[in-house]
C-alpha cells in the first residue's frame, strides 16, 4: 500500500468515525441519564465508563484529539464511581461538567 493510498483509508476511516461520533455521545448521554435515574446505576455507571473509556482511545487514532482529552477527563472523574452508588452532588456536577465538554469537543469535531 502506498502513502497515499494509506493516507486516503485513513482519511475514509476518520469520516467514518466522525459520523457516528454523535450516536456514541447520544449513548453517553443515555447512560449517564440512566444512572441519575437510578435504574440499574451500578451497571449503567460500568456501561459509561466503557463508552467513555472506548472514545479516549480511539478518537486521537481517527484525528480528534480533542474529543480523546475530553473523554478521558470524563473518564478520569467516573472512574472512583464504578461500583458505587450514586455519586454525591460535587461529584455529579464535575462529571455533567466534563460530559459537557465531550459533547462539545464532539460538536467542533462535526464542524472541523
Known amino acids: 500500500m502506498s502513502d497515499e493510498e494509506l493516507r486516503r483509508l485513513m482519511d475514509a476511516v476518520s469520516a467514518d468515525f466522525r459520523a457516528v461520533l454523535p450516536a456514541r455521545i447520544a449513548t453517553v448521554d443515555a447512560l449517564w441519564d440512566?444512572?441519575?435515574?437510578?435504574?440499574?446505576?451500578?451497571?449503567?455507571?460500568?456501561?459509561?465508563?466503557?463508552?467513555?473509556?472506548?472514545?479516549?482511545?480511539?478518537?486521537e487514532t481517527f484525528g480528534c484529539a480533542g474529543v480523546g482529552r475530553a473523554a478521558a477527563a470524563a473518564e478520569s472523574v467516573l472512574e472512583p464511581h464504578r461500583d458505587g452508588?450514586?455519586?454525591?452532588?460535587?461529584?455529579?456536577?464535575?462529571?455533567?461538567?466534563?460530559?459537557?465538554?465531550?459533547?462539545?469537543?464532539?460538536?467542533?469535531?462535526?464542524?472541523g
Open 34 to 59: 440512566q444512572v441519575l435515574r437510578g435504574e440499574n446505576a451500578v451497571q449503567g455507571m460500568q456501561e459509561l465508563i466503557r463508552a467513555v473509556h472506548a472514545l479516549a482511545g480511539s478518537a
Open 85 to 111: 452508588g450514586m455519586p454525591a452532588e460535587a461529584a455529579r456536577t464535575e462529571i455533567a461538567c466534563r460530559l459537557k465538554a465531550l459533547r462539545q469537543a464532539a460538536r467542533a469535531e462535526g464542524r
